[in-house]
């Protein structure tokens, strides 16, 4: 007979075993749990539309479409609009998104264009992370306590003197647009400055080279060539921002006054979506309760709609380079 | 390139060559160096937030920040001292009902969308939903378990709070995980797979220990949001005055102790805002450090 030397491996000498069936049963039992927690995702979601829509469903019978042109916000009378909560939180979040996305942007340029020393970039990007790191409701105390009393005066000086000008037509008398939109800004800076400095590193180190050898200055490399290549990435970066910008609540429920108005003034106070939730949802009937479902059902469809778009520039992009590549 | 060839032969032999040494008044180099320091300014200009924050939590906050501040009750109306235990032992019982909800279901929901079936269509449309969910305001996810939870029990409650959470905390979850495991070597499962295992034994052989740093990672950073967040608490866990006695009532918590006392007309209550801010934070801050020193042994290995 001849010497098999994988018959001594296989018979109990190795601690290498193969599955048994229990191992199988396991293996099978373990499988189907990963699936139904990676399905639960997909039902939470569903529930999640299918709840807020028959808890609004009354509110929908009711009020219609009215609901979402209509500009009074009045639980005696029973009548129900969100005209400037929309205007509100759309005007809001486009200030935000000009000021944190030129800030985010620059950010993002200066830490992934070799301007600075690589300790002073860590730096710096410790800072952007932990500028997200902190907790919404801080930043509205640090607004309340801080960013206005320190506006007023820079409001009231514009007021006075460029009155004339829509943008300053009323006095900053506390809360309103313009410390709400700045600490917005502030808000989804980071989230803008990292999509777009991840924009930036995905451009192959090539295409700075050949510009280089141009005799490019750097600025007329980052202008013309960096910054046009990665644009769809910053594109994402600015429109998932604006997502961002649109569903946050607790800051912009502290700083803008929930005041129903429609204004084009900086000054003036105004109202989201989101903080209308905030405040009138935990002292409210059960009436007012379904038209306020109603509103963070189109909350949610705003969202949902620009996040969409977002993750699609996104995905756009990254095909785009990693197809290059 | 043919036209460019033609005019050097055209032109005449006194041809000036364009300035090739560096001139630091020309214009584009003025451009530039005006460029690099707008630059600078906004980056700068940037960081000018969080230090004045951190300034006044340290300054405002630090000074009333002892055992009684973060021990005793919230005082109410004209009353002194005073503090805010109840809304730490609150906030920390509610993040922790959160993550037990959240990180098994987004981890075992990542190990489908990154290893047992990554092109499914469940995976891809969970993914996508994910990541959806992430920019999903989080008062909604108050106002979903408001209806779900709130009004089928009938009392505002821990629970609820903790659920709210755990909605905002599953998709962060899911996808940080989900990017740790894509960095597990497509070799080293091979090798596993080669040898006979089962696709579990895979993954709690070599997939789980390989990436568990990445995974701790994104679940520490989805634990630190989720205890700063306030507004899906508002209407689910409302706020008590008192210590919690069991998870079915209404709980105390610092985000939101933050928000009533920052309205109030009281110094005290103000200051006590301040500090309950630093403590928050701090908190905050705790797990973000965390996170980073969990991350980086996955680089020395």
């Not at chain 1, 399905?39 to 009354?58: H, K, M, N, R, T």
């Not at chain 1, 320190?150 to 829509?166: D, K, M, S, T, Y």
């Not at chain 2, 899911?174 to 895979?202: I, S, Y």
Request: aromatic share 10%; glycine share 8%; with cysteine.
């Amino acid at each position: 007979m001849v010497h098999n030397p994988f018959k001594d491996a296989a018979s109990g000498k190795t601690l290498s075993a193969a599955p048994t069936p229990s191992d199988y049963l396991k293996d099978s039992i373990f499988r189907s749990f990963a699936y139904f927690c990676a399905l639960s995702i997909i039902l939470l979601v569903a529930y999640i539309v299918f709840e807020l829509g028959s808890q609004a469903l009354p509110a929908i019978k009711a009020h219609g479409l009215g609901f979402i042109t209509g500009t009074t916000w009045d639980t005696n009378k029973g009548e129900f609009g969100v005209l400037p909560e929309i205007w509100g939180t759309l005007y809001s979040s486009l200030l935000a998104l000009l000021i944190g996305g030129v800030l985010g942007v620059a950010i993002a340029i200066f830490l992934t264009q070799g301007f600075v020393h690589a300790k002073i970039e860590v730096i710096f990007r410790t800072i952007i992370e932990l500028l997200a790191a902190i907790p919404s409701v801080v930043y509205g105390l640090w607004g309340i306590y801080v960013l206005i009393p320190l506006l007023r005066p820079v409001a009231l000086w514009l007021h006075e003197n460029l009155g004339w000008f829509p943008l300053f037509s009323t006095e900053l008398s506390g809360p309103g647009l313009a410390p709400a939109a700045l600490v917005l800004a502030i808000m989804i800076l980071p989230t803008v400055a990292a999509i777009s400095a991840d924009a930036f590193r995905r451009i192959p180190y090539k295409v700075k080279e050949a510009a280089y050898g141009m005799g490019a200055t750097k600025w007329e490399v980052i202008l013309k060539v960096m910054l046009p290549t990665a644009s769809s990435g910053i594109l994402a970066g600015l429109v998932l921002g604006f997502g961002r910008a649109l569903g946050e609540t607790m800051a912009l429920a502290m700083l803008i006054g929930n005041m129903n108005d429609i204004s084009i003034s900086l000054f003036a106070p105004a109202n989201t979506l989101a903080s209308l939730l905030a405040s009138t949802f935990p002292e409210a009937g059960q009436i007012e309760i379904q038209a306020l479902m109603y509103a963070s059902l189109v909350l949610l469809v705003i969202t949902f709609i620009v996040n969409v778009a977002g993750l699609a520039v996104q995905q756009y992009t990254m095909r785009k380079f990693e197809g290059k590549k | 390139m043919n036209q460019t060839n033609e005019q050097v032969q055209v032109l005449p032999p006194r041809l000036e060559l364009p300035g090739l040494e560096k001139n630091v008044f020309e214009l584009r180099a003025l451009k530039n160096f005006f460029l690099t320091g707008l630059v600078w300014g906004l980056a700068i200009l940037a960081s000018v937030p969080l230090i004045s924050v951190i300034y006044m939590l340290i300054v405002e906050g630090g000074s009333r920040l002892d055992l009684e501040a973060v021990t005793a009750l919230p005082p109410a109306g004209f009353e002194t001292g005073g503090g805010f235990g109840n809304a730490i032992l609150g906030t920390l019982t509610m993040v922790g009902i959160a993550s037990a909800l959240s990180i098994p279901i987004g981890i075992m929901a990542a190990l489908y969308l990154s290893i047992l079936n990554p092109n499914s269509k469940i995976a891809t449309t969970s993914r996508f939903l994910a990541k959806v969910l992430t920019g999903f305001p989080s008062i909604l996810a108050g106002v979903f378990v408001y209806a779900v939870i709130v009004i089928t029990t009938g009392t505002y409650s821990a629970w609820a709070g903790g659920v709210a959470l755990a909605v905002l905390m599953l998709p962060t979850v899911t996808l940080a995980a989900e990017e740790a495991m894509k960095q597990v070597p497509q070799k080293m499962k091979d090798a596993a797979f080669g040898m006979g295992c089962t696709r579990t034994q895979v993954i709690f052989k070599v997939v789980l220990p390989t990436a568990l740093p990445g995974i701790m990672t994104g679940v520490i950073l989805a634990v630190a949001g989720a205890a700063g967040e306030s507004a899906p608490l508002l209407f689910t866990a409302l706020f008590s005055n008192y210590y919690m006695s069991e998870l079915a009532e209404p709980t105390a918590s610092l985000s939101i102790l933050i928000y009533n006392f920052s309205g109030m007309p009281f110094e005290n209550q103000i200051e006590l805002a301040w500090t309950a801010s630093l403590v928050l934070v701090m908190l905050v801050l705790f797990f973000n450090i965390m996170a980073r020193v969990v991350g980086r042994t996955k680089f020395r290995e």
